[in-house]
């Protein structure tokens, strides 16, 4: 079921916006050459802890997790690209790490994710992420009233045909209210005018993921880690997205430029 939010409703998710685009921020500027994994879930979990909010993910166990996730934070590296489980890795250099991280606030959840080389990078790195922001900022930009889902997914799916990328379909973004996972699905490529129409208090969370040189996914043993088939790289990127009658108002803005938009 599609739940359409309030505007005052959309105020009270402002600080579990802030929150999460303030863990990613720091997260971001903590991921460095020679700093492991289960650092930067511990620090997540800290910062949780200090701000009395609720992880979304420690016990999350749908149907394909072998078991409950058991971390605050899904760290995603090279060819990994979604719901990586934080393990014991230490960062080298020219890594790419992917970080997601969805926490609840004052009983509202926000869900977000970014892309950052460690090091030293390779351009067609950071060209990749520059992709995927570039396929966030056009979904966000769809995400008006009038329009529907699948100008959404369209959007996204432009930049990335655009840019010689395939896109995967079977995961993509999806309602954000009260618990992280909710109606409606947001699929990352789609046909324009299709689908739910687009109206003030929908609150989304979108997220493109692209892979360097396919569209087709394996899972790791555990049944979370996803990774790229052909051992190329990935990036994710995400913001939780309030519909209002203004426009789409980004919850998850993080204020460094360096972290990405
Ligand atoms: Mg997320």
């Known amino acids: 079921m599609i739940e ?14 802030r929150f999460v685009a303030d863990v990613l921020t720091r997260l971001a500027s903590a991921a460095e050459v020679g700093v492991n994994l289960l650092e930067l879930d511990r620090l997540a979990h800290d910062m949780i802890r200090e701000r009395g909010a609720e992880s979304c993910y420690i016990d999350y166990h749908p149907s394909f997790g072998a078991s409950p996730f058991g971390h605050v934070l899904c760290t995603s590296v090279n060819d990994a690209v979604l719901h990586g489980l934080p393990h014991d890795y230490t960062l080298v250099d020219g890594d790419l790490l992917s970080l997601d991280f969805a926490a609840s606030v004052d009983g509202w959840v926000s869900d977000s994710a970014l892309s950052v080389v460690v090091g030293s990078p390779r351009e067609e790195d950071l060209q990749l992420i520059e992709t995927a922001q570039r396929a966030l900022d056009a979904g966000i930009a769809a995400a008006v009233p009038g329009n529907r889902l699948g100008d959404i997914s369209h959007a996204i799916g432009s930049v990335a045909r655009a840019a010689g990328l395939g896109v995967n379909l079977q995961f993509g973004g999806h309602g954000v209210g009260r618990t992280m996972h909710g109606d409606p699905h947001v699929p990352n490529d789609g046909r324009p005018g299709r689908g739910f129409p687009l109206r003030p208090g929908l609150v989304i969370a979108i997220e493109p993921w692209f892979l360097h040189t396919t569209d087709e996914i394996v899972f790791d043993a555990d049944g979370w880690t996803i990774r790229s088939a052909d051992g190329s790289r990935g990036a994710h990127v995400e913001h939780t997205v309030a519909i209002t009658a203004d426009g789409p108002l980004v919850l998850t803005t993080r204020d460094e430029a360096r972290v990405g938009r």
């Open 4 to 17: 359409l939010r309030t505007p005052a409703q959309i105020e009270q998710m402002r600080p579990a916006g």
